[in-house]
Every structure is written in C-alpha cells, then in structure tokens.
C-alpha cells in the first residue's frame, strides 16, 4: 500500500496534465481564432461620431437652429455628468478626459416664434426602427429624430451622416489607444424662405392685439413665387422643451392642453368658416359665368327674405342703413352682404364650388411641411348624400359670403388672395428659398384660367376696402397702398366670429400699373373668436406691413 499511493499520485498528476494540456490544445489551437476575435471585441470598441445637424437659417442668413456641444462625464451605470465647458477644456489639459464625452444638443434660437415652422426633435422608438424600418437608415435607440416642421420634411438632408471610432481599451474599459477614425459628414444647412425679423412682428403684433392669450394664425407669402415669409400659429410652444430629459413637466402641460392645442399647426391644419373673405371668389365666379358685369347695379335693402327666414347686411344689422344701388366693386369695398346673396343665387352653388376648385381651395397646397389639411366647400349632392336633406336657397346664401359648410385654411385664404396679387396664378407655397443652395425647389406655379381684367375690377374693390369708405379703416392712411378684404365669420355658437384680415401690396389702380406695383407680399391674420376682422385682424397685419416696407 505504501509504494501504491506514489503511484496513484503520480498518474492523477498525470492524467490532470493530460486534461488541462486538452483543453489548452482547445482554446489555441482548435478554438484559438475565435477566442482571437472575442478577446479583440472586448479590446477593441467602434464608438459612434455624431454627424452634426445642419443649420437652420433665415432668408437673410440669421440662425434659427443650431446645435450646441454639451460636455458630459460617462459613469457605467450611473446617468452622465454635465460640465461646463471650461470644465471641460481643463480636463482636456490635464490629461484627465479619457471619460468626457461631447455630444451635440438642437437648439431653437426663436424659441415658440417660429415652432410651427421648424418643428422639434424626438428620440426614434422602437417601433420606428423596426416596423418603420428606421434601423435599416443607421438610426439606433437613442438617435434623434425631426419630428414636424421643417426637422421632420427634411430630416434626410439635415441629419447628415454619422462617423465612427475604433479604440483600444484595458480591462477596466477606459480608452489607452485610438486606432482610426471615420470622419462624419454634417447635415446640409437650409436657408429658409422665412424672415426672422417679420416672423417675430408678426407674433408680437398678435400678442399685442389679444393680450397674449389669443389663438390664430399670421401668415405671409411672396405671390410672385410662394415663398413663405412669416409663418406664426398661436398658441405656440417652446421646442426646446423637448430636448430636456431631466424634467419634463412643462411639456406634458403642452401635450395635455387639449383647451388651447398648442401643438396645432393652425396655418395648415386649422379649418375655419373663411367669412366674407370668399367674396373673392364669389365675384370671380360671377365675373366670369356672365351674370354680372362691372357696371350692373344691385340694390341692397338690408334684408333679404325668403320665406320665414331673414338674410341681413352688417351694415343695416349694426346700423339700420343701406347702400342703396352698387356694383361689385363697391360690394367688395363695402363687403355688402345683400349684394353677394344675389350674385350667389345668380350663379349658382355649383358654379361657385367649380371656381372654388379652380382657386386650389379644395386641396392641399403643397407646401413643404407634414400634416396640411384640404379646404371644403360643400355641394348640393354633398348634403344630399350626408345630411339628407335638400339644398336650399338659404344655403347659396351662406355659401356666397363663405358661411355655413365651408371651411378653409389661413394658408388656403392667403393663395386665394394671392391669385389677384399674382395677376390669375396659383405658387406651390415654400418654406425654403427658392434658389438658394441646398433648396430642391425652384419656383412652380400654375395659372388658374381667370380672365385678367376681371381679377382688375376684384382688386380695386379690394383696393377700395382699405381707402376711406372700405371696410379695413386700420389702412385708410397706409403707403404703399394696400389692397385687401375683411372677414367676419360666425362660428355657429351665436355668440363669437372669427376675424379675418386678407391683404398685399403693392396695389396700384391699373392706368398705374408696372413693375413698381408689382405686389411682393400676401398677409393674412386670422384671430379665433375675435370679433370683427377691421379692428382685430386689421391691426395686426398693419404692423407686419409696416416692417416689410420699412426704410432701411
């Protein structure tokens, strides 16, 4: 027994030499290329570049949004720590910023001035990168994303392309040696067909008017193009708001504010009864079916009856009076009820609807943004088919002073005004500058098949509004002149109307027609539950005209 346990030793040694040679035998040589790649993946990391996102800027080059770099402090497992930049730099020259990391944070310079327009940035979710196929285009949880605005039409361009890091680091994952690097390719700068300084009239101009709680619209465009100037919806929000991911409370107040809907996008997505504004359209219909000329003459009595029902002038309803005999033009000016209820029953529900498409009210415009809605303009067989009921005389009433089953955007009343402006032609509107670089657009617009001296006789009857004697008194003494069309909708609670104030300029009669009353700018003001459009809307439209034709 003495000389066998020696033995026995002797062969466990042996037999443990055996198993541990094996397995050696295995990790080098059988599963030593594998076990080379593994221990080279935990050695040697890709970290991600973010590509920076491209500018957003004016049409006159000011920045509406950039990005800011923010200094953090990477703890595994706990949240990163934010350092100021001088932090930052001193740990740089220390030595000491193995652990810092600098990441690029949106900032919007106008902050709820021009949110509509711009949009805001969201993180992708997990449903995006699958069923919407978002990992496929290099997104990753975490990535930002362009959500509305102009950061969601042109999140291709602006995103830009994200570069990458190959390091080497030890057993405690901190970085001893960088490898190689894959540059970024930053996102394309836009320059914006907008105007900082008239976007920002035009929201002070608004607050001012309704004292900062009102809810409507100021939107601006070049006729001549379709370039949009001003582009403001009230109320707005703060799109900075949803880049914090400390605290978050300010903006589910937004997201809940089902009283005041912020987020809505009123310039394209609100829809609102256009009141007289439409009378625009009615008159061109009726110019051009025939049934009126400039010269033909129709009495306004205050009233009109049929039947049991009453249909009512502003005029007489406010102050007992009547216009007597008048003709377009001063119908226009005047914005006389009795007359376009006439002309309504002149040509006819269908003829007004079929001018009505002509004038592209009963789709949606193109611009460049998500989530625009059509106009409607309602037709017999339409409320035949969802009301049941047959049309009525009293509808072509309402229908011809743009009341009752009608609804349009802000932006859809601002093309129907910028049909006169532009002399018969429809301008796809846009938020970039056309021309400019990195701008996918050129100019495109459309003639409607107006017959141009009718669109004379629309137009000094709106040149008439905002002269002495016209509806729009804000602009009796306004150089250049203006031509322009009140509106004051009824919102169907008998109470409120909507006030709406249409407009461009230069306006010149037409024996002083040229280059120099070329019109260079549509305003339209819309003020929900305003009041009347002359001495709500009017006012605030005045000031942007005023900054648009300031001296410099």
């Known amino acids: 027994m003495q000389q066998f346990r020696p033995t026995l030793l002797l062969v466990i040694l042996l037999l443990s030499f055996l198993v541990l040679l094996s397995r050696l035998f295995q990790l080098q040589v059988i599963e ?61 020259a220390e030595g000491n910023d193995k652990d810092l990391k600098i990441a690029l944070k949106r900032r919007y310079l106008g902050g709820e001035t021009f949110a509509h327009a711009l949009g805001y940035l969201g993180e992708v979710t997990a449903e995006e990168l699958t069923q919407g196929k978002r990992d496929l285009r290099g997104y990753v949880a975490g990535d930002w994303l362009g959500r509305e605005g102009l950061e969601a039409k042109y999140e291709e361009l602006l995103r830009g392309r994200e570069g990458s890091e190959l390091v080497e680091v030890d057993t405690m994952g901190e970085i001893i040696r960088r490898m190689g690097r894959i540059l970024p390719s930053p996102g394309k700068t836009l320059t914006l067909a907008l105007d900082k300084n008239l ?8 607050d001012k008017v309704t004292e900062g709680k009102g809810k409507g619209v100021v939107v601006a465009t070049n006729p001549q193009n379709g370039e949009i100037l001003a582009f403001y919806s009230s109320p707005s929000f703060d799109p900075n708001l949803f880049l914090k991911t400390d605290d978050r409370r300010e903006l589910v107040k937004i997201i809940q504010d089902e009283e005041n809907l912020p987020l809505l996008n009123r310039v394209i997505s609100g ?15 009726a110019l051009e079916e025939g049934k009126i000329t400039a010269s033909t003459l129709i009495n306004d009595p205050g009233v009109i009856y049929n039947g049991s029902f009453k249909y009512a002038n502003w005029y007489y309803t406010s102050y007992g009076k009547t216009e007597g005999e008048i003709n377009v ?44 809605l059509s106009g409607f303009v309602a037709t017999p067989e339409w409320k035949e088919k969802n009301r049941g009921e047959p049309w009525f005389l009293g509808n072509t009433y309402h229908l011809a002073i743009g009341q009752g089953d009608i609804s349009l955007t802000p932006l859809g009343v601002n093309l ?32 409607i098949g107006v017959n141009q001296k009718y669109l004379e006789i629309i137009k000094k009857g709106m040149i008439g509004a905002c002269e002495t004697g016209g509806t729009a008194f804000p602009f009796f003494d306004f150089k250049p002149q203006v031509a322009c069309k009140t509106g004051t909708a009824e919102t169907g609670d008998g109470k409120n109307t909507h006030a709406w104030f249409t407009a461009f300029a230069p306006a010149c009669a037409e024996a002083s027609a040229g280059k120099a009353c070329e019109p260079e700018i549509v305003v339209t003001v819309l003020v929900e539950n305003g009041g009347e459009g002359s001495s709500v809307a009017a006012p605030i439209a005045k000031e942007v005209f005023k900054e648009y034709f300031k001296e410099d």
């Open 32 to 92: 030593g290329r594998i076990n080379r790649i593994l221990a080279d993946t935990n050695r040697i990391q890709k970290i991600k570049v973010e590509a920076p996102r491209g500018f957003l800027l004016d049409r006159h080059g000011q920045a509406l949004a950039i990005n800011e770099p923010i200094y953090e402090i990477e703890k595994p497992g706990e949240k990163p720590e934010i350092i100021s930049r001088e932090k930052a730099l001193e740990r740089q």
């Open 199 to 206: 976007q920002e009239t035009a929201k002070t101009a608004f």
């Open 271 to 285: 829809l609102y009864p256009p009141g007289s504004t439409f009378k625009i359209v009615t008159s061109t219909a």
């Open 329 to 372: 033009v001063k119908a226009l000016a005047r914005s006389t009820d009795t007359f376009f209820y006439k002309v309504g029953e002149m040509v006819g529900p269908e003829k007004i609807n079929e001018w009505a498409k002509k004038f592209n009210l009963e789709q949606t415009t193109g611009i460049d943004l998500p989530g625009e």
């Open 416 to 447: 129907m005004t910028a049909v006169v402006a532009s002399g018969g032609k429809i301008c796809t509107p846009r938020m970039l500058k056309i021309g400019a670089e990195n701008t996918p657009y050129q100019a495109d617009c459309q003639e």
